[in-house]
């Protein structure tokens, strides 16, 4: 992946750190300087409701230095096990990020997700509010109809979502980072050709976005 | 469904339309008049997106004047086909409402359907917003994982929904009308025996709400 994104000429790339972990660090930071990408994220840290929380994302934070990663996306992780209680649950991300961030060395900033906020009536309103403090946009779409909750997001341009109106509204607020092409797609997508995906990638950005 | 509500104890029934049309409005009219049932709401209004909605509407506010249903229950439509913009499809759904209203002889009102609103952080403030405005209080359940986007509603007490919290919410408002029981649900419940399932949602109701 990290050779086929310098071939299609992306400069950018955000690991996950599975994959990181499978390839090593050592080698997996050599390959992507070496092949000239910018990392713009580490994906993923916070899941605040698993046991060794702790632990996991101060590894997380090594590894996104070591990666010389802009940012470490955090997923903060739901409803713990058995509970219905949304409010101690936001709480607990609250806390989580509180707990971590003097080891980050950096500031809290947000991540743009259209695939999460696309539909939101103040969507406009809330990314001038973030401001400065936007730190990715990640883009994908949202097919209808869709067939997972999960894995089933689209192709930028095959879906329903605006996305030159939310990039304008993101580049309105000052943001100037890379676009970060995010499709979970168990259905489609992860079932082709890798350099094929690339390259679709490449063409809908420039057409769809 | 009718003659089995009234046999367990279940004292109100808000129909489709669909299924008054099968049997016949009239019919529908005797049929719940003669088994003391309340019709909680007429379901469903609105769908300001398809061409004939004027008239569509105006026979579906005669069918619940004719029902004597308490309100009925719109579901306005998303976005028009090929559109992606949203604030004119919000518009569209205001524009329509508007222009049945006159017809309705009623005031608008919120139903509070607890399946799109249970995970929104300002809900205990829009419940007290909407106040004496609460026309309607749907019940059912968030399952994890939910299979289907549309049908794989859970039964009450099955999912991840705080449904006590919820219902102080709204009693705490004023709202003292019917709990409905609204249970879209392919790939479980609507395979079961409906009296079965007329009688686990009046169980959970009283054990889980």
Known sequence: MIEGCARHG???ISPWRDQV???GLKEAVKSINSHGLTVTGLCRGGFFTAKNWRDDN???IEEA???GAQC???VVGGLAEGSKDLISSRERAREGIATILPEARKAVGVAVDVYHVWWDPKLEQQIRRAGKRILAYHICDWLVPTRDLLNDRGMMGDGVIDLPRIRGWVEGAGYSGFHEVEIF???DWWQRDPDEVLRVCKERYE???
Do not use: F, K
């Open 21 to 23: 972990a499978q390839m």
């Open 72 to 74: 470490l996306v955090l």
């Open 10 to 12: 992306i400069r950018g």
């Open 65 to 67: 230095h070591a990666l």
């Open 185 to 187: 797609s168990e259905l």
């Open 58 to 60: 101060r590894r997380a």
């Open 207 to 209: 057409r769809c976005t």
